[in-house]
């Protein structure tokens, strides 16, 4: 693979590679002239723009969904512990991040624009950029790091100064958002994508990228020999570029992501979705060898089950027995696969938000992609290999 553009490793991120020319990843910001909404939406249509946060909702529709003086808010709380690619974002490149907040911004007319942090070290560079740029209604505002706080509903609460859980009636941003009004709200990586789009223009953004899904993402890449990174990668590229020889199971879109044993697939959101695999919010972890897969999963699988905000019964009762049962399995003592498997069932579509039935996929596919190591450790015979925890818990923060 080639790489270029090899960056120096900075506090405790991942390194950062790109393997296409950089585009968010660039070392100059370009020029960003204002746009109106209707520009924006037609542009985002052209290139099939899809929002960066996990659930890769079309922009457009998004945006043709708020009218003029619509609030904004910009979320970076980034809460998958897996994920980097946000905080790399808005630590290097803060003025991208910002020209496309303010950007929607003045497209909608809007009178408050909210970046949502978690980190200093992003909070710190964003509020420069923000100075530079002098859009006065911009605010950078810090809020509590949790998995399920990243989720929408989940962190409006937060910024409207209510407990930041999700909430149990599903109400969009769109109908009511920041201040209890609509709201555009959207991943930091779409704003970046949104001020590219406004600089390039829709046909020369399509210049890179697949014709499915035009340009580039971000990825966080974990377990290959280069330790994490975060890479800069052209939509359509096969994903064994990304993972190099290893030849084992590809966790795809995080924690709330799934594993595959696949090698034919490719860097891009519709073609994985049609795969039945999600992007989530761009990670891709292999395991190296040395570590134990069953131990890797229950780690994960505890981590989930703690990060509930325990409203609803799958989580507060679901997640840890399955935990427990991973927990067992590592151990080589007995538990029923079986059991495992209907409690899986029972939990997945249920709750007031994603969270249990993203657990779920996660635990289930990573039990069916090992489920060799999985077999010997119920038959007794764990592999006696250690859980070094390849996949990561803090986040790094
Ligand atoms: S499903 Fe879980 S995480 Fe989601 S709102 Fe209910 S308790 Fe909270």
């Given at each position: 693979?080639?790489?270029?553009?090899?960056?120096?490793?900075i506090?405790?991120m991942p390194?950062?590679?790109?393997v296409?020319?950089p585009r968010?990843?660039?070392?100059?910001?370009?020029?960003?002239?204002?746009r109106?909404?209707?520009?924006?939406?037609?542009?985002?249509q052209?290139?099939?723009?899809l929002?960066?946060?996990g659930a890769?909702?079309?922009?457009?529709?998004?945006?043709?969904a708020?009218?003029?003086?619509?609030r904004?808010?910009?979320?970076?709380?980034?809460?998958?512990p897996a994920?980097w690619?946000?905080?790399?974002l808005?630590?290097?490149?803060?003025?991208?991040?910002?020209?496309?907040?303010?950007?929607?911004g003045r497209?909608?007319?809007?009178?408050?624009?909210?970046?949502?942090?978690?980190?200093?070290?992003?909070?710190?560079?964003?509020?420069?950029?923000?100075r530079?740029?002098?859009?006065?209604?911009?605010?950078?505002r810090?809020v509590?790091?949790?998995f399920v706080?990243?989720?929408?509903?989940?962190?409006?609460?937060?910024?409207n100064?209510r407990?930041?859980?999700?909430?149990?009636?599903?109400?969009?941003?769109?109908?009511?958002?920041l201040?209890g009004?609509?709201t555009y709200a959207?991943?930091?990586?779409?704003?970046?994508?949104l001020a590219?789009?406004?600089?390039?223009?829709?046909?020369?953004?399509?210049?890179?990228?697949?014709?499915?899904?035009?340009?580039?993402?971000?990825?966080?890449?974990?377990?290959?020999e280069?330790?994490?990174?975060?890479l800069?990668?052209p939509?359509?590229?096969?994903l064994s570029?990304?993972v190099?020889e290893?030849?084992?199971?590809?966790?795809i879109?995080?924690?709330h992501?799934?594993?595959?044993?696949?090698?034919?697939?490719?860097?891009?959101?519709p073609?994985?979705?049609a795969?039945?695999?999600?992007?989530g919010?761009?990670?891709?972890?292999?395991l190296?060898?040395?570590?134990?897969?069953?131990g890797?999963i229950?780690?994960?699988?505890?981590?989930?089950?703690?990060q509930?905000a325990?409203?609803?019964?799958?989580?507060?009762?679901?997640l840890?027995?399955?935990?427990?049962d991973?927990?067992?399995?590592?151990?080589?003592?007995?538990?029923?696969?079986?059991?495992?498997?209907?409690?899986?069932?029972?939990?997945?579509?249920?709750?007031?938000?994603?969270?249990?039935?993203?657990?779920?996929?996660f635990?289930?596919?990573g039990l069916?992609?090992f489920?060799a190591?999985?077999?010997a450790?119920?038959?007794?015979?764990?592999?006696?290999?250690?859980?070094?925890?390849?996949?990561p818990l803090?986040?790094?923060?």
């Amino acid at each position: 693979m080639t790489m270029l553009g090899e960056h120096p490793v900075i506090d405790a991120m991942p390194a950062l590679f790109t393997v296409a020319d950089p585009r968010l990843l660039a070392t100059r910001t370009p020029d960003v002239p204002p746009r109106d909404r209707e520009w924006l939406v037609e542009a985002a249509q052209r290139v099939r723009l899809l929002g960066r946060g996990g659930a890769a909702f079309p922009v457009a529709t998004k945006l043709a969904a708020v009218g003029k003086g619509a609030r904004v808010v910009v979320n970076g709380s980034e809460g998958e512990p897996a994920s980097w690619k946000d905080r790399v974002l808005m630590r290097q490149h803060p003025d991208l991040v910002v020209a496309g907040a303010a950007l929607v911004g003045r497209a909608l007319r809007s009178p408050q624009i909210v970046i949502a942090v978690n980190d200093a070290t992003s909070a710190a560079a964003l509020r420069a950029a923000v100075r530079r740029c002098g859009d006065e209604r911009i605010e950078v505002r810090h809020v509590e790091h949790r998995f399920v706080g990243g989720e929408i509903s989940a962190l409006i609460n937060g910024l409207n100064r209510r407990t930041p859980v999700p909430d149990g009636v599903r109400v969009l941003p769109h109908e009511r958002g920041l201040g209890g009004r609509p709201t555009y709200a959207s991943n930091v990586e779409t704003f970046a994508h949104l001020a590219l789009l406004a600089a390039l223009g829709p046909e020369r953004y399509a210049t890179t990228g697949s014709a499915g899904e035009p340009g580039t993402s971000l990825v966080t890449l974990h377990g290959t020999e280069r330790g994490a990174a975060v890479l800069e990668v052209p939509h359509g590229i096969d994903l064994s570029r990304l993972v190099g020889e290893h030849r084992g199971p590809i966790l795809i879109g995080g924690y709330h992501g799934a594993w595959t044993a696949r090698t034919d697939l490719v860097v891009e959101r519709p073609a994985l979705r049609a795969a039945g695999i999600g992007w989530g919010a761009g990670v891709v972890a292999v395991l190296p060898e040395r570590t134990c897969p069953v131990g890797e999963i229950a780690r994960v699988a505890q981590w989930l089950a703690d990060q509930s905000a325990r409203q609803c019964g799958p989580c507060t009762f679901g997640l840890p027995t399955i935990a427990a049962d991973l927990q067992r399995i590592v151990a080589g003592g007995h538990a029923d696969r079986g059991e495992l498997s209907r409690r899986i069932g029972q939990v997945t579509g249920r709750g007031a938000c994603h969270h249990p039935t993203g657990a779920t996929g996660f635990i289930a596919s990573g039990l069916t992609a090992f489920d060799a190591d999985v077999r010997a450790h119920l038959a007794g015979r764990p592999c006696g290999r250690t859980t070094h925890g390849v996949l990561p818990l803090g986040g790094g923060r």
